[in-house]
C-alpha cells in the first residue's frame, strides 16, 4: 500500500521566520510529487516535482525531491501571515494514481 | 476556464439518512477522484475514475458508498445509510487526461469547493 508521511504535523512560527517541511514516501511505480496549500476546503496546486535534485521557486516558496532519499522539503522564507495553512504532499503513481499525506498545520504569527 | 464544479457546499443529516453529493469535472479531464477529508486528516482517496470506469476503489466503503460517472463527465457520490463517522469533508478533483504516449507522466489534480457533510 502506498504511504506518504508528512513531518512536523503542525508549527507556529511568526513573521519573518523560515519554515521547513518534510515529506517522505514508499510509493510503488513513483511518478511525481506534488505540494498543495489547503487555507479553507479546497486544497490549491503548489509544485510538481519529478526530477531528483532540482529545486522548484515560486515567490518565498520552494521545494527539491530527493529520490534516493524518498523525500521532498517544501521551504517558505520570510513567512507571511497569509502563509497560515495546512500544507500537503501527494505522491502521482501510474494511473494518475493520486496518495496524500496527513498535512502539515502552520500557523504563522503576527 | 472553469474550476471543478462541486454541490451542495454544506449538508447536516441524521444518521442512517441518506445524501449524494455531485461533481462536474474541468471540461475535458479523464481522471476523476473522489476524498474524504475527515477533521485533521489529510485526503483519503474513496474512487477514482478514469473517464466513465472504475480504476481504484480499494478504500470504499462499498456496503454504504456507491459512486457512478456516467458518460465520463459528472459524477455522484451517495452515502447509504450514513453514519457518525461519515462526517468530513468530500472532496472531488480532477486531471488531465494522459495519451499514450506520455502514460509515465502524471499531471496535477485541480479540486473543487468540496462539501461539508455533517452527521447528527
Known amino acids: 500500500e502506498d504511504k506518504v508521511v508528512q513531518s512536523p504535523l503542525s508549527l507556529v512560527v511568526h513573521e519573518g521566520d523560515t519554515v521547513t517541511l518534510n515529506c517522505s514516501y514508499e510509493?510503488?511505480?513513483?511518478?511525481?510529487l506534488l505540494w498543495y496549500k489547503q487555507e479553507k476546503k479546497a486544497p490549491t496546486f503548489l509544485f510538481m516535482l519529478t526530477s531528483s535534485g532540482i529545486e522548484k521557486k515560486s515567490g518565498r516558496l520552494s521545494s527539491i525531491l530527493d529520490k534516493k532519499e524518498l523525500s521532498s522539503i517544501l521551504n517558505i522564507t520570510a513567512t507571511q501571515t497569509g502563509d497560515s495553512a495546512i500544507y500537503l504532499c501527494?505522491?502521482?503513481?501510474?494511473?494518475?494514481?493520486?496518495?496524500f499525506g496527513g498535512g502539515t498545520r502552520v500557523l504563522v504569527k503576527p | 476556464e472553469a474550476g471543478v464544479a462541486q454541490s451542495p457546499r454544506y449538508k447536516i443529516i441524521e444518521k442512517r439518512q441518506s445524501v449524494a453529493f455531485w461533481c462536474n469535472p474541468i471540461?475535458?479531464?479523464?481522471?476523476l477522484y473522489w476524498y474524504q477529508q475527515i477533521l485533521g486528516q489529510g485526503p483519503k482517496l474513496l474512487i477514482q475514475?478514469?473517464?466513465?470506469?472504475?480504476?481504484?476503489d480499494s478504500q470504499l466503503p462499498k456496503d454504504r458508498f456507491s459512486a457512478e460517472r456516467l458518460k465520463g463527465v459528472d459524477s455522484t457520490l451517495k452515502i447509504q445509510p450514513a453514519k457518525l463517522e461519515d462526517s468530513a469533508v468530500y472532496l472531488c478533483a480532477s486531471s488531465f487526461p494522459f495519451v499514450r504516449r506520455d502514460r509515465d507522466k502524471n499531471t496535477e489534480a485541480f479540486f473543487g469547493q468540496g462539501t461539508r457533510l455533517t452527521v447528527v
Open positions: 471540461s475535458g479531464h479523464a481522471t
Open positions: 510509493v510503488t511505480n513513483f511518478r511525481s
Open positions: 475514475f478514469q473517464n466513465n470506469g472504475v480504476v481504484d
Open positions: 501527494a505522491v502521482g503513481a501510474a494511473g494518475n494514481k493520486l496518495t
